[in-house]
């Protein structure tokens, strides 16, 4: 399978604190070649592919943590090519044969490098870097940027007395600071484990970069470089981080899960559907000047009734009439229960044509999710702001 264009790219390095003072940054197409190996190229889009991993927590004994540990129960390959950045997330129990076990093992078996080698085989996909980092990372990360907004469909309640993890959430809104993400995204309890779990994961980075792209934030950005640098383990130098600040200004993110199979206590892939994802996901060619849309069927998420609403359409505005406007098949409008933030939406293991077309038209990131509600659509879309990246697309801007 040939090379994909982008690479892996800095959203971790922005996720995870490799930030200086962006206006002390060089300007876009100043970069230089990563003095830690390949994926940088000079010109006005770098490149560069991560394997974006979190080690999990070691306990020695009861309440008593004593360090990282050597699984990594989350596993990402990121691509970047400018500010565009694509994730696929590798469930943990993804078997690969290195280690003849799960891949959340590879990391123990060979360190930094066996986890590489793992994800580079289980993907076909080449790897230019690595960033592996701890749970106290995401932490320090949100509370840098004041917190994260999350709509919970039902409670989320658990107890792990052992390892002193409480989680009582409520349904509805909640504002989470650091310590609550980090609950939020260990939960594994309830329908789909894993894969909600990754989706969680997904969600909160999302908003994360949202968030780090506002002005108000960059002052922040020095001091947390230098707060969690020394809790990275990457091969990229500071100096490799830092070109790649400028582009984190109108940075856009999409995500996706490796569709999988169950065989037993493992998850397995089919290559050729592991192959026609990969390739759709990295390197689907669209026309959007055409106003052709690939044939789906194609929802647009609304407010749900009662529901206050913050940066997100009106419910009294009138979500269709930028399509109309394109000439592109009219989306059926309905709630969205599930709280879902701006951005394109698909179930994990569904064909991702219609979606990234969506995307790419509307400047809307793209997720997979284990499950999406309502079921049945090919594509769920949530406008921001009464729909503004239709209004672009008409308007011409």
Known sequence: MRRPRASLILLSLAFFGLAAAIHFAPEPGDLRHGGGGGGFRVGDQPEMSLVIAARDIQYCGYHTPCGPGDRTDTIFYATARGSEVSLVALPRDLYTPLTGGKINGA????????LVDAVEDALGLPVDHY?????DVVKVLVDAVDG??????????YTDRAAGLFIDFPAGPNHFDGADAVKYMRFRHGYGSDYSRLDRIKDLLSQVAEKIKQPKYWSRLPGL?????????????????LAWLPYLRGVSLRSATLPTYEDGVFLRYDEEE???FLSEFFSLDLNLLTGI???????VLRPAAGERVENTQSPTADPLEGFRRLGLPLPEVVENTSGLGPGVYIRTGTSVEVARYYAELLHLPLFTRYTVDPPGYDALIVLPDAGPGLRAVVEGR
């Open 148 to 157: 994260v907004d999350v709509v919970l469909p039902e409670p989320m309640q």
């Open 293 to 299: 849309a690939p044939e789906g069927k194609v929802a």
């Open 107 to 114: 990391y123990a078996r060979g360190k930094a490098q066996g």
């Open 131 to 135: 960033v592996i980092l701890t749970i």
């Open 274 to 276: 592991r192959n026609r």
């Open 225 to 241: 470089a230098n707060q969690l640098w020394g809790k990275l383990e990457t091969d990229l130098s500071v100096q490799d981080a």
